[in-house]
């Protein structure tokens, strides 16, 4: 009868004789950074993930290479642009030059990382970090408005003890109470009416006509999704976008204000989008598989050995 060798010996054979990670060329600095060069193409995303404890790594990939093999151009050790600017840089300079556009969040650490390392790309701010970014205005007016409702709800309760009476809120005619119909909008406030179920449909019409605030923050909030969905031309969209940064400043709303300026701070690369339609979904796709491949070898032990892995995968 033969014995099964312990899974952690059986691991420690497979790296140091199976793997081939003791003869790979980038072990040393690996736990810094690790490049391929052969990987590099006309159409890159940039974005950062937390490999392990918290730490993050600014990731390169390839969207040709759609998440599999081929896709990796470079993983880096935290964040700071000079860093990653170095690796970057051992990259030929015309094959650098020869990138036409690179897909990014809203940070501008990693716009001037693009900036510096492939100065022909056409920089594309991704539409859905600018979604989510007024989708978080529009839910701080909410929350704002709850955390009131929250304070008269508890003073009515403490009146009520004080009194001797029993407290019983008032309720809305689908059974909602003002702190409950406040928090129960959370999720419809992320979708368009027409994909509301009939509860929610009930719930907004309630909603809009108790807060009007709400209402106006959603009118601004959908606003912004219907332009990017429905423009195709990138000077249109420049006009339609002034438009609602005046309708932001009608409407006065704090959160809204704080969104419209760092829209327009980026406002030249969030118009980017509109040339080829572009995002930074391949990264999103590529950080998530890094993530379950890290849970299926139950957490990064050695973290040299665990980038070789990604390497031999995606590189």
């Known amino acids: 009868m033969s014995a099964c060798l312990p899974i952690k010996e059986f691991e420690k054979q497979y790296k140091d004789h199976v793997s081939g990670y003791h003869q790979w060329d980038q072990k040393d600095h690996a736990d810094t950074w690790i490049l391929f060069e052969k990987n590099i193409g006309k159409h890159l995303s940039i974005d950062e993930v937390a490999v392990t404890n918290g730490e993050l790594y600014t990731i390169v990939t390839n969207k040709a290479g759609k998440g599999g093999k081929g896709s990796l151009i470079a993983i880096v050790a935290g964040v700071k642009s000079l860093d990653i600017i170095a690796v970057l840089k051992r990259i030929p300079e015309e094959k650098r030059l020869a990138v036409k556009e690179v897909t990014l969040d809203m940070s501008n650490a990693m716009d001037a990382i693009i900036r510096a390392s492939f100065k022909n790309a056409s920089i594309v701010t991704d539409r859905f970090h600018v979604q989510q970014l007024v989708s978080e205005a529009l839910q701080e007016v909410r929350g704002a408005l709850r955390r009131v409702a929250l304070q008269e709800e508890t003073a009515a309760i403490l009146q009520a003890k004080k009194e001797k009476k029993i407290y019983q809120p008032l309720l809305f005619e689908n059974g909602d109470s003002k702190k409950q119909l406040l928090a129960r909008s959370?999720?419809?406030?992320?979708?368009?009416?027409?994909?509301?179920?009939?509860?929610?449909?009930?719930?907004?019409?309630?909603?809009?006509?108790?807060?009007?605030?709400?209402?106006?923050?959603?009118?601004?909030?959908?606003?912004?999704?219907?332009?990017?969905?429905?423009?195709?031309?990138?000077?249109?969209?420049?006009?339609?976008?002034?438009?609602?940064?005046?309708?932001?400043?009608?409407?006065?709303?704090?959160?809204?204000?704080?969104?419209?300026?760092?829209?327009?701070?980026?406002?030249d690369t969030i118009l980017n989008y509109f040339n080829n339609r572009s995002t930074n979904a391949s990264a999103e796709s590529f950080n998530a598989k890094l993530k379950g491949f890290r849970a299926l070898v139950r957490g990064v032990r050695d973290i040299k050995f665990f980038l070789f892995r990604v390497g031999r995968l995606y590189g």
Do not use: C
């Not at 027409?194 to 449909?201: I, S």
């Open 186 to 267: 959370f999720h419809l406030l992320f979708k368009t009416a027409n994909k509301w179920t009939e509860r929610q449909t009930e719930r907004a019409r309630i909603l809009f006509k108790e807060f009007p605030t709400i209402d106006e923050a959603y009118k601004l909030s959908i606003t912004l999704r219907g332009w990017y969905e429905n423009k195709t031309n990138k000077e249109l969209a420049q006009k339609d976008l002034q438009n609602w940064y005046t309708k932001v400043e009608e409407k006065n709303i704090a959160s809204f204000i704080v969104a419209a300026h760092s829209i327009k701070a980026h406002e």
